[in-house]
């Protein structure tokens, strides 16, 4: 009897430590301070990353991945009503290393994309942010806090993405 005490004691202490961790979890986190270069090579801190108070798109892609590029591609197509309608922004943060950077302006000049375009050539702005397949897209609210994550992308997560950031504009919860 001691013993099925002893076990439902340890459950439950287990049990509310745990649901405290995930709900600790759950806090909102900003982005971490990290130096990255922009397409001319000029240093930019994510920390200083900002959109006057409007929703943020961080999109981690690659000159490889081709569902990175079908994203981004899909995006520009709506991304100017995107901005009307919502004032969000988008940076799309390159992880190509130094081999294919060189790719990324050739890339985005003849894609025509108006994204802010960051380089993270040695990944620490993607280890920084648990970053381990693109493509991977985190929204961030008006206080520059990450608020909603997601990876990979098929046909139509753009509707999902763009509804996102609708919630956040308004101040809208976000279901999990």
Same mark, same amino acid.
């Given at each position: 009897?001691?013993?099925?005490? %002893?076990?439902?004691?340890?459950?439950?202490?287990?049990?509310?430590?745990?649901?405290?961790?995930?709900?600790?979890?759950?806090?909102?986190?900003?982005?971490?301070?990290?130096?990255?270069?922009?397409?001319?090579?000029?240093?930019?801190?994510?920390?200083?990353?900002?959109?006057?108070?409007?929703?943020?798109?961080?999109? %981690?892609?690659?000159?490889? &991945?081709?569902? &990175?590029?079908?994203?981004?591609?899909?995006?520009?197509?709506?991304?100017?009503?995107?901005?009307?309608?919502?004032?969000?922004?988008?940076?799309?943060?390159?992880?190509?290393?130094?081999?294919?950077?060189?790719?990324?302006?050739?890339?985005?000049?003849g894609k025509g994309w108006t994204y802010e375009i960051l380089l993270d050539k040695n990944g620490d702005l993607k280890r920084a942010m648990n970053v381990n397949a693109v493509p991977h897209t985190f929204v961030l609210n008006g206080k520059g806090e990450i608020v909603w994550q997601h990876t990979?992308?098929?046909?139509?997560?753009?509707?999902?993405?763009?509804?996102?950031?609708?919630?956040?504009?308004?101040?809208?919860?976000?279901?999990?």
């Amino acid at each position: 009897m001691k013993n099925i005490l %002893f076990a439902a004691l340890l459950l439950f202490v287990g049990t509310t430590l745990f649901a405290q961790e995930t709900e600790a979890n759950k806090a909102l986190f900003k982005l971490p301070n990290i130096s990255v270069t922009d397409m001319n090579g000029t240093r930019v801190n994510t920390d200083q990353i900002s959109n006057d108070g409007k929703p943020i798109i961080i999109s %981690f892609w690659a000159t490889w &991945c081709k569902p &990175c590029v079908k994203e981004l591609t899909t995006i520009s197509e709506v991304y100017e009503d995107w901005q009307t309608e919502t004032g969000v922004k988008l940076y799309a943060v390159s992880i190509d290393d130094s081999r294919s950077s060189a790719q990324v302006k050739t890339l985005v000049n003849g894609k025509g994309w108006t994204y802010e375009i960051l380089l993270d050539k040695n990944g620490d702005l993607k280890r920084a942010m648990n970053v381990n397949a693109v493509p991977h897209t985190f929204v961030l609210n008006g206080k520059g806090e990450i608020v909603w994550q997601h990876t990979s992308f098929s046909e139509g997560a753009e509707l999902d993405l763009i509804e996102v950031v609708r919630k956040v504009n308004a101040g809208e919860p976000l279901s999990h």
